[in-house]
């Protein structure tokens, strides 16, 4: 501690011990130097908690925490139990059985088969209120799911059913090898029975009952959110933490103070950001807590194909042949991304093989003067005799103003191309994509599980994700056709052919592959994130001096 001047009173000595001992108190809030808190920053109030609504990382940060599917993730990433203790697979692949455990609900009810179903079903409604879930399309693989979420089907033929408390049987479509990690997606959470007479539970701490590890504590909205431990959760003796707080800090300068002024325990992925000019100095000072690993997620901008004059395909490779992606990783992002010429990430795999390692990457190259070519093309087949001021939008947070900046200079420098960037509130943002109200915006997506799909169905027309406007039946064959056999030959000459198509019709520019850039503090253990960059807390504990 540091001062100009210091007159040694009885109130200066006071003072410097109450500074000591708030220090101690927020540092370790159990017992015995035993911190039982652990606080990290998720940048923005999420947009949603109701686990059929969530489709961001920031709400799904807060959700993992309250809910719990039938399996989970070990620190390994291996799928393990949750509330199903087990399930048995019938020879064909298309029927699972799940037997679910004694667990229950955060305020003590029981956890039902019946609350699966309910919730499943819930999550398809077409009508459901406040909007249709943009997820549903990841219950598709049940048998009867896409009718009735898209054609007016019964809800009765929908491939789940309770044949009793604890016991669930589903039945899909076609076999889907990596189906038991897909119910551990938190579209797959159980929701409570109460959800059903309230539809504004989720936006209320008060109404929000969870089946999770820990259950809503205080939610200060626009500030932060608190959870607390569930000693109801089925394996609370594994639960150490007895409260997670998520702070809502936009700047990346402000989360780093906090981070090196204890009010944070972890700084940066997967929702908060660690500023990319302190980062060299970072490996020096904090090199035992700061880490850098390749993440399973890709950076892009979106085309609204809609409008135009981006419906033209010319126009929307023309901005993507422009872009400079090694020059933004190097000089802008600093985080050792890959720039990505392709849709799926390295480190996804289909069966036991890398996706992309089966597949080359590079669908495209950038290109200046083809990029000038198109560009002329397409405006001439648009009527136009100059490109409009491309109005680019991006969610609060100041690596993507950056990026956004220089995306508009190189687009100017390049092209003679004029952008207006603006910057939106993240659930403002989401809307306005979610309703295609916008020319072009910033993009991201991490995998849900591990296995290409998990990317190549997100552009299908029927995809709530699908947020550009991009429909090509072709498209939508191949991945048809992949969802319907468990040859893995066939699957991957399938998606390729998807990703191929994409990539020529351009409705999203590629920029990079992320990398997963965080701190944590010493002594903290069991907190792990996942190739695709999803933290989890859960089992996670304090072992300091």
Not at 130 to 147: H, I, N, R, T, W
Not at 182 to 193: A, D, I
Request: glycine fraction near 8%; charged fraction near 25%.
């Amino acid at each position: 501690m540091k001062s100009k001047k210091f007159a040694f009173t009885l109130v200066s000595v006071i003072l410097i011990f109450s500074v000591i001992a708030t220090a101690c108190g927020s540092k370790d809030s159990g017992s015995g130097g035993s911190k039982t808190e652990f606080r990290m920053n998720i940048g923005s109030e999420p947009p949603s908690l109701d686990p059929a609504q969530v489709q961001d990382n920031v709400s799904s940060t807060v959700v993992n925490g309250l809910f719990e599917g039938l399996t989970r993730k070990d620190a390994d990433g291996k799928v393990v139990p949750g509330v199903a203790e087990s399930w048995d697979v019938s020879e064909d692949g298309l029927t699972y059985t799940f037997h679910l455990r004694d667990s229950k609900w955060s305020n003590g009810d029981p956890v039902t088969a019946g609350d699966f179903e309910y919730a499943w079903k819930r999550a398809l409604d077409p009508n459901l209120k406040p909007q249709p879930s943009a997820y549903a399309y990841q219950l598709y693989y049940l048998k009867g799911a896409e009718d009735y979420n898209l054609n007016g089907g019964s809800v009765d033929n929908v491939g789940v059913k309770a044949t009793d408390d604890k016991t669930l049987v589903v039945t899909l479509n076609a076999p889907t090898p990596y189906f038991d990690s897909l119910v551990g997606f938190y579209t797959y959470y159980p929701v409570h029975p109460s959800v059903k007479d309230n539809e504004a539970w989720a936006a209320d701490a008060k109404t929000i009952i969870g089946n999770g590890p820990f259950k809503m504590g205080d939610w200060q909205k626009n500030n932060s959110i608190s959870i607390v431990k569930n000693d109801n959760y089925y394996a609370a003796d594994e639960i150490k933490f007895t409260k997670v707080t998520f702070s809502e800090v936009l700047d990346s300068a402000t989360e780093l103070s906090m981070y090196e002024t204890d009010q944070l325990d972890w700084a940066g992925k997967p929702v908060g950001s660690i500023p990319t000019d302190q980062l060299e100095t970072l490996k020096q000072t904090h090199k035992d807590e700061l880490t850098i690993s390749p993440s399973a997620n890709l950076y892009y901008y979106l085309f609204n194909t809609t409008v135009k004059p981006f419906d033209n395909v010319k126009i929307r490779k023309a901005l993507t042949l422009a872009i400079n992606r090694q020059d933004i990783v190097d000089n802008v992002t600093k985080e050792g991304q890959v720039p990505a010429y392709g849709l799926v990430p390295p480190g996804i795999n289909i069966g036991d093989e890398e996706y992309r390692s089966k597949v080359s990457g590079d669908f495209f190259k950038e290109d200046v003067e083809e990029a000038k070519k198109l560009l002329a093309e397409g405006l001439q087949e648009e009527g136009l005799s100059k490109m409009p001021t491309i109005k680019l939008a991006y969610n609060t947070n100041d690596a993507h103003k950056k990026i956004a900046e220089a995306l508009a200079e190189m687009w100017r420098t390049n092209l003679g191309v004029d952008t207006s960037i603006e910057n939106q509130e993240w659930g403002v943002f989401l809307d306005n994509r979610n309703s295609l109200n916008y020319e072009v915006a910033r993009g991201g997506w991490g995998a849900d599980y591990n296995d290409p799909m998990t990317f190549i169905d997100l552009f299908t027309s029927k995809s709530g994700n699908n947020n550009t406007g991009f429909a090509n039946p072709e498209y939508d064959a191949l991945v048809k056709k992949a969802y319907s056999t468990a040859d893995q030959a066939v699957r991957l000459q399938a998606m390729s052919d998807a990703e191929k198509i994409l990539m020529d019709e351009m409705p999203i520019a590629p920029v990079y592959y992320y990398t997963n850039v965080y701190m944590v503090k010493p002594g903290f253990k069991g907190i792990t994130m996942d190739y695709k960059g999803d933290i989890d807390y859960s089992r996670g504990y304090y072992e300091g001096k």
